[in-house]
């Protein structure tokens, strides 16, 4: 609702490739990788991403799994910073707030509903707020088109302040490459995969499949054209309210709608918040409670379920105030830091997550160091200006993490294989020689 938006705003037409590439990648991931997981989860009692890459390499040692939980807890932090600063520019656009203000409010409606409730009402939840969003982002651009008296007339008024704006070819090679490659952060981004677990059977899957495709299409393609039509009434940043196209969709509701439906599509970007920030508030708590507290750090002592309610919420009231602070700290774009936590759950889960299910001959050191790589190329690429101006950091960061596993994991089978040979020699010359004698 706010980043492709955004994107189509500033870069016309060319934005689809975003939309291609996330849509693919989706479909695909909920086709093959999400039946998988969730027949593999059910299998092996995995309720967490750090217990699915366990039951692969089962170990007696936690470094896998306090890596992959540091790993999720600081980029899962930054994602739920990156939709607290997305809303509270909604909250200083319809309402008047400072930035401040709006992610604090932000922050406590999110914090109170993950409290007092669990993943279940926020499932159903979401429900409900995707109705609203696929309202609002079906009906502005439709709005837009018919008081303009048609797409022609729209098309006319932008080519004149923007001529390249229904042009596709205007991107080099390396951004579109960056665009089609944003869907590969699905493979890594734990609140996505928590959905997949929890699907009943694997009969449910091929209707879900199909809708998902559906719907993301749907939206994705209303929040391209929101963008692209926001040029009709904003012909330059300087005339959006706020001077800043991260503004430009609720700039756009207050110019098209009425003040009640403005009210409508401000909620929508709240609810679009919620419902992201939700889940990765519960996977966070999960994480930080179950995954590094209690399987890791008191690994072989026993905890009250009373006690570990307890910790869970009060690890949903540390990740808030993390984030919040994190949020009024950081001095970044909102979409920008969106795509920064995005890359770096898809850079460095994704690839053990996939290649864990597809390939038998990935080790326990493969995946460690692929998410280290991954990671590390994730931050390093998004720091440099002139690496992360060239393509977005996802892709490379992916396939360095890719590469880097399948290595590892290729060395350590030739060590093992010798190993091997040079126990089977020594146990065959034992058996050679003659027995000892008293």
Same mark, same amino acid.
């Given at each position: ?92 656009? *319809? ?118 495709? *559906? ?45 009640? *439906? ?152 030739? *060590? ?23």
């Amino acid at each position: 609702m706010l980043g492709i938006t955004t994107q189509a705003y500033i870069l016309g037409i060319t934005a689809i490739w975003l939309i291609v590439g996330f849509i693919i990648s989706e479909s695909l991931m909920f086709l093959f990788l999400a039946p998988a997981m969730n027949k593999h989860s059910e299998k092996n009692d995995c309720i967490s991403i750090a217990d699915m890459l366990e039951s692969h390499f089962p170990n007696t040692g936690n470094s896998l799994r306090v890596i992959v939980s540091m790993v999720l807890l600081f980029f899962l932090v930054s994602f739920i910073s990156s939709q607290l600063m997305g809303v509270s520019k909604a909250f200083y656009s *319809f309402l008047g707030l400072t930035l401040t203000n709006g992610i604090i409010i932000t922050s406590l409606i999110i914090l109170f509903l993950t409290f007092f409730a669990g993943s279940k009402t926020l499932n159903y939840a979401d429900i409900l707020h995707a109705i609203l969003m696929l309202t609002i982002l079906i009906g502005l651009p439709l709005i837009i088109l018919f008081r303009a008296e048609g797409l022609e007339n729209i098309k006319t008024e932008i080519l004149f302040a923007n001529p390249d704006h229904f042009k596709i070819n205007t991107l080099s090679a390396g951004v579109i490459m960056g665009f089609l490659s944003i869907g590969l952060g699905s493979a890594g981004n734990a609140h996505i995969l928590a959905k997949y677990m929890s699907i009943k059977s694997q009969s449910h899957y091929l209707f879900p499949a199909i809708l998902s495709a *559906f719907l993301n299409t749907i939206m994705a393609t209303g929040a391209l054209f929101i963008g692209i039509f926001a040029r009709y009434h904003f012909p330059s940043t300087e005339s959006i309210p706020g001077g800043d196209a991260e503004y430009v969709f609720s700039g756009l509701a207050w110019n098209v709608f009425s003040p009640f *439906f403005a009210g409508v599509a401000f909620t929508a970007i709240l609810a679009a918040s919620i419902s992201a920030g939700g889940s990765q508030i519960l996977v966070s708590a999960n994480t930080l409670v179950v995954d590094l507290f209690k399987k890791s750090f008191k690994k072989n002592k026993k905890i009250s379920q009373i006690n570990l309610v307890f910790f869970s919420r009060l690890a949903i009231v540390i990740i808030a105030y993390i984030s919040i602070m994190t949020s009024l700290l950081v001095k970044t774009s909102y979409y920008k830091f969106v795509l920064f936590s995005w890359a770096g759950l898809g850079a460095a889960i994704g690839p053990a997550m996939i290649l864990s299910f597809i390939w038998k001959g990935v080790t326990r050191r493969g995946v460690i160091a692929g998410i280290i790589s991954g990671t590390l190329t994730i931050i390093i690429w998004h720091n440099n200006p002139f690496l992360s101006d060239s393509v977005y950091e996802l892709f490379p960061g992916f396939l360095i993490g890719t590469l880097t596993i399948w290595i590892v994991s290729q060395i350590d089978k030739i *060590f093992s294989s010798r190993k091997y040979n040079r126990t089977e020699r020594y146990d065959d010359i034992n058996s050679r020689m003659p027995a000892s004698v008293e």
